[in-house]
């Protein structure tokens, strides 16, 4: 597709996120929304933000991507049709590629790329439900609970049912013994997270309600607890007949 509104690009919004700490990407969006159809903006990254092109898609953008000289990286975004996000979009994207940037942008961006080509590959042999689940059980493997977590909450978006978790914690219980589950795991922020979407399913919510709920809670506002107002809410829902 021709893209004619190259021609406007110089007159774009320029958003600089190389100064931002921590994760662009929710600032990047909260943007977007508010550009009208046939507006755009510029974005300046030290490395490809990669990540940031489904979820300005699914807002009715269209890219183009220029590197500089400099190693730095020139995102222009067109609005073509505005939209909101479409259902089915993975939430919690990597927000850990401005650090590498922080110690090498080459390094920044080949990361990217490495994550684009494991996780957005278009030939896969295993479909992304089973990669999330995988990388949940080696994450648990590994004590890394917060990658875990987030894998939780993105398989669920995905449709992977309870029952589904609920077999792969017994196969953690099984492969790692029950010490180490009731002293490590059931206490984690990852079983918070699966009681939560028990507790709200139990309820009878939606999965999208839900999404909400998971996500205000374990994303990326609360990337490391944040599970305190998770233990208040299932108090409240104990004490509610």
Not at 156 to 168: H, P
Not at 185 to 191: D, W
């Amino acid at each position: 597709m021709k893209k004619d509104w190259l021609q406007q690009k110089e007159d774009f919004f320029v958003f600089d996120v190389r100064a931002l700490q921590g994760n662009f990407l929710p600032a990047v969006e909260k943007k977007a929304r508010d550009i009208p159809r046939g507006g755009g903006m510029r974005i300046v990254q030290n490395f490809e933000p990669i990540p940031l092109y489904s979820t300005m898609e699914n807002l009715g953008y269209e890219h183009h991507t220029e590197k500089r000289g400099d190693g730095v990286f020139e995102v222009y975004f067109f609005r073509r049709e505005a939209v909101e996000r479409e259902e089915g979009e993975l939430p919690l994207k990597p927000i850990v590629m401005p650090r590498y940037a922080e110690i090498d942008k080459e390094l920044a961006d080949l990361v990217v790329h490495f994550w684009d080509r494991i996780w957005n590959r278009a030939d896969a042999a295993i479909d992304l439900k089973t990669k999330l689940l995988l990388s949940l059980a080696n994450a648990v493997g590994s004590g890394r609970v917060r990658q875990a977590t987030r894998e939780l909450v993105k398989a669920y978006s995905l449709g992977v049912t309870v029952e589904q978790f609920a077999e792969l914690f017994a196969l953690i219980i099984w492969n790692q013994g029950v010490g180490h589950f009731s002293s490590e795991i059931a206490q984690s922020p990852l079983f918070k997270a699966y009681m939560l979407i028990k507790s709200l399913e139990k309820q009878g919510m939606d999965r999208k309600a839900i999404m909400d709920e998971v996500t205000e809670s374990f994303g990326e506002q609360h990337p490391e607890s944040g599970f305190g107002r998770v233990k208040r809410k299932c108090n409240k829902m104990r004490r509610e007949p």
